[in-house]
């Protein structure tokens, strides 16, 4: 019985550790913005392509 007892003083030792840590980070501010980071991929700046000159097309009739 005494081992149930530690087991559950430590179980609850562990999720308060997990509540705190959870409470820290929504204090610092990890969770204030949960919209950017979805769409960031969609929101990034293609790279501009350069034309190709003339010396660097390929024949149309060639692979």
């Known amino acids: 019985m005494t081992a149930f007892y ?3 003083i430590a179980s609850l030792l562990i999720a308060f550790g997990f509540l705190g840590a959870f409470m820290w980070s929504v204090k610092r501010g990890h969770y204030d913005d949960d919209y950017t980071p979805a769409i ?4 990034d700046e293609n790279e501009t392509l350069t034309p190709k000159t ?3 097309k390929r ?3 060639t692979l």
Do not use: A, E, G, Y
């Not at 960031?40 to 929101?43: A, E, G, K």
């Open 6 to 8: 530690v087991m559950i």
């Open 40 to 43: 960031r991929i969609l929101l």
């Open 54 to 56: 003339s010396d660097q």
């Open 59 to 61: 024949d149309p009739k």
